[in-house]
């Protein structure tokens, strides 16, 4: 199955970033973001008033809109936000022009299945590897808490 389709683009948006919250990437799709921000040294940058804003967003001078840092290489997802049915702007709503289902748009590899949590911030955030870090420090405590219950059980 040909996984390219063609996104038409989205006139009306005004790059709000409304928008730009938690998203998902596809494994090749983290692969080219990360080749660009190491190339061009762009940084994950958190947004202290709102945690869940991609670090990629930029905003501008005024506050009002931004754009995206890593543009170029952004995920089909942002891509397609805004003329996709399944995910209309809120502010331009007539906007839409293609549909595709998320359970089709994941055979085709536009985005990961649920079960990946391919999250950029999951990739790009720096507290990234420390997270992993704590995560596999849990699952030792948790294994040896497991093996000691064995062990009194027994
Ligand atoms: S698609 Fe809509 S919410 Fe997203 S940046 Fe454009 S105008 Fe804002
Ligand atoms: S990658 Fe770019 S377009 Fe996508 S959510 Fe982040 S800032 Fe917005």
Known sequence: MANKITIPS???CTGCGDCCGPVAATVKEIKKIAHKVKKKRIKWIPHAL???K???FRYSDDGKSGSCAIYSVRPWSCQAFGVLKEMPCEFFPEAVRISMPADEAVKRRLIPPYSEGALLSSHFAPDHG??????LRLKKQQDMDNIMLREVSN
């Open 130 to 135: 420390d997270r992993q870090i704590n995560a």
């Open 50 to 52: 709102d945690p869940v």
């Open 54 to 56: 991609c670090g990629f």
């Open 10 to 12: 989205m006139p009306s």
